[in-house]
């Protein structure tokens, strides 16, 4: 379990989560929200259940970060690999590379 940062910036941290296995009465079964951690301002964005990761992160780009830009934390009842795999393809998809390191690295203190 990890400690929560309290969040000084709107839409700076934001939790990602899906509400699933609704009726199809509107040709959608699932929900996927974002929230705020500030504001407490939700999108819900309807969506399937069966969803890639990558339409999920194109849902967010179209419906949240047009508006809010990136966040700087994410949190998801998911789980952590979930977190893992939407950070890594929202980076890829806005052409942020990421470099991983290993503390006290010397090779990548340059």
């Not at 959608?28 to 992160?57: C, N, P, Q, R, W």
């Not at 893992?84 to 980076?91: A, D, G, I, Q």
Request: glycine share 2%.
């Amino acid at each position: 379990m990890y400690l929560l940062l309290i969040p000084n910036v709107r839409w700076k941290t934001i939790n990602v989560n899906f509400i699933i296995e609704l009726s199809k009465s509107i040709r959608f079964d699932t929900i996927m929200t974002v929230i705020d951690f500030i504001l407490k301002k939700a999108y819900f964005v309807l969506t399937h259940t069966i969803i890639t990761i990558e339409s999920g992160i194109r849902l967010f780009l179209h419906q949240v970060w047009k508006l809010h830009s990136l966040p700087t934390h994410i949190v998801s009842d998911q789980g952590l690999q979930f977190v893992v795999l939407f950070t890594k393809e929202l980076y890829y998809l806005l052409g942020i590379e990421i470099a991983f390191s290993i503390a006290w690295c010397s090779q990548n203190d340059r």
